[in-house]
Every structure is written in C-alpha cells, then in structure tokens.
C-alpha cells in the first residue's frame, strides 16, 4: 500500500525528503492548520474521552510543545490569556473544567504562564505542590483521605513535567526532592509512562526537560529505528535533536523527519495514532504495559502540535533563518 493510498490522496508532500524548504512548507501548513483550530477564546480542543474533549490540558500542552515554534506566538499569548483566566477560579487546571485539577495539567499550565510577566498567584503553586508525595515524585490527582489507586500515586511522566514547572518558578528544594525519586525510579520503570503506551512519551518529555537517565540515547535511536505514527513518531525525532544525535545516529533522525513529512495531510494537520491511555486505577506502579483504553486525538491538535514542534527543532539546525512571528494566516474558530 502506497503513502497516498494509506492516508486517503491527501498528503501535502510529493517528495518529503527533508530539505530546508520542504521544512519550511511543512511548518506554514501545520501551523496554519492549529491557528485554524485555536478557537477565539485560545482554547485548543481534542481527543473524546467519557469525561468530554480534553481543553485545558489540552491547550497549555500545545502551548507548552511548541514553546519554540515563533510563528506560533500569538496563538500561544491566546492560550495563556485563556489559562490565566480560568486558573484562579478553579484552583487550578485539570483535563477540561468538568473535571478535578490534577498536577500533570497544572504544572503545564504554570509552565505556559512563566512566559509572561504576570505574576502567578502563589496558591496555583500550592496547588501543584500538594501533588507531591512524601517520596518526591508527584501524583496525578492529590492523594486523599481514604483514596488510593493509581491515579493518586506517583509516576514518572508526571514528575517530569511537574519537575519543569518548579524549576521555571525556583522552587528547588521540591525540585531536587522529584529529581532523587524519578533517579531511583527510573532505573525500575524504565522510560516507560502512566498515562502514555510505549516509551516515546517518556523519552521527549524527558528531553524536553534536560532529566537525563541512564541508556537514554540508545533507546531514543533504537525507537526510531522503527516506522512510528504520529505523535510518537515527532516526540522521538524532537528527543533525538534535544540530544544531538550525530554521525551515524544524525542519519537516523534524517530518516524519522522524512517520514514524519511524509504522513502530513494537506490541510496542514498529521493524523493521531492512539497514544492517550486512560489507565485503569487499579494499576498503581508505572509499566511498559498497562490495562486500560488508549485513545487518539481525532481531531489531530496533539499529534500536529508534536510534529510542528519537531519539525521546527529540525528546521533550526539546518541553520536556515528562523520564521517571522507575524504572520498573515487568518485566525479562525476551532
């Protein structure tokens, strides 16, 4: 089965070696394509979960991947203005409002706020700290009294990214004490993740925020070895340049690109692989595999988030000029 065959005729590449002005197109499209989506209000909304679409985790993750995407700027300023608004009232930030703030979408949300001037209201801080267990490593919902399951234990994906949260706000003591528990965790659990199947997720957000572990550059070169969808596919490829792969491994991250290229639709957007695991409670330690359903973005906001993020990082060491921040792509409602 051809590429074309496989996703429909409609790929926007007819050649997707990645050479500086296929990088370039391929940026303008998936840009456009989440600037089209963004709703008035900033709000990126995806996947359909039995709780609803997910909407602010959604649109601080966005925000908080394509951090180094510039033409992505005003889009990310409507997300934050959008975050800024809803988090006093909350108390913070969880999957969409109809649920309970849970630390994985509000240390994203606070990574997105510490871009901008404003302070940031001490007890949202509060928030992602109660978050924390004994042990140092952070828990997705606040452990309660008389409540224990998987969700309110500790796990490494969600450590990281709280991790990343408390350093942009200097708050290194509860900083160090998740850092000594995801060392120790990690040679247990691997680079496996809670939340997410596989290892690409744990892998990126471990580039993402410069938590190193041991094997880690092999295992980023032996996953991409392999043809991976998207989203997985993007977080290995922004792993592997966060890394600086070179010599034979550089060929390797040449290859992921190409075929990341290669699966983009025209409309500017890249298809979803299910890659968001709701898994069940009743597992509380972090495994290569878990029970529980895996879900995928249909509306393809995550997975062109993480390919746009990757393409940009790969963009930039070719060491082609950067893109304008402005833009004259309309914004529409999503």
């Known amino acids: ?14 050649d997707p070696s990645p050479s500086a002005t296929t990088l370039r197109r391929a940026l303008d499209l ?10 008035r209000n900033g709000v990126w909304k995806g996947f359909r979960l039995p709780p609803g679409p997910a909407t602010t985790w959604l649109t601080a993750h966005v925000a908080w991947v394509c951090e180094e995407v510039p033409a992505l700027r005003d889009a990310r300023t409507r997300a934050a203005l959008h975050l800024r608004h809803i988090g ?20 994203q949300a606070l990574l997105v706020l510490g871009c901008y001037p404003s302070t940031v209201p001490h007890f949202l801080l509060e928030t992602l700290l109660r978050a924390q267990l004994p042990e140092g490593g952070f828990a997705t919902y606040s452990p309660r009294a008389g409540r224990v399951s998987g969700w309110h234990a500790a796990h490494p994906d969600v450590t990281i990214v709280a991790v990343a949260a408390l350093r942009r706000y200097g708050l290194h003591e509860a900083e160090e004490r998740a850092l000594e ?6 040679l247990r659990s691997g680079f496996a993740s809670y939340w997410w199947p596989g290892t690409a997720y744990g892998l990126w957000a471990r580039a993402r ?4 572990g041991p094997g880690m550059t092999t295992a980023v070169t032996a996953a991409l070895a392999g043809a991976l969808p998207t989203p997985q596919g993007a977080q290995l490829l922004a792993a592997a ?14 290859a992921a690109a190409a075929q990341i290229l290669g699966t983009q639709l025209t409309d ?14 009743r597992e509380t330690e972090t495994l290569p595999e878990l029970p ?16 746009v993020a990757a393409l940009q990082a790969m963009f930039d060491r070719v060491g082609r000029a950067r893109p304008s921040d402005s833009s004259s792509i309309p914004v529409e409602t999503g």
């Open 1 to 14: 089965m051809t590429r074309a065959q496989l996703y429909g005729r409609r790929l926007a590449h007819a």
């Open 30 to 39: 998936g840009v456009s394509f989440l600037r089209r989506r963004q709703s």
């Open 88 to 107: 006093p009232e909350d108390g913070g930030w969880g999957y969409n409002r109809r649920v309970g703030v849970d630390s994985d979408s509000t240390a």
């Open 181 to 186: 528990w995801l060392a120790g965790e990690g």
């Open 209 to 212: 925020v410069h938590v190193r």
């Open 241 to 254: 340049l966060a890394l600086g792969l070179e010599g034979e491994r550089e060929k390797t991250t040449e």
């Open 268 to 281: 500017g957007s890249w298809p979803c692989s299910p890659c968001l695991r709701v898994t069940d409670p």
């Open 292 to 307: 529980g359903r895996v879900y995928a973005d249909e509306r393809r906001i995550f997975s062109t988030a993480h390919a």
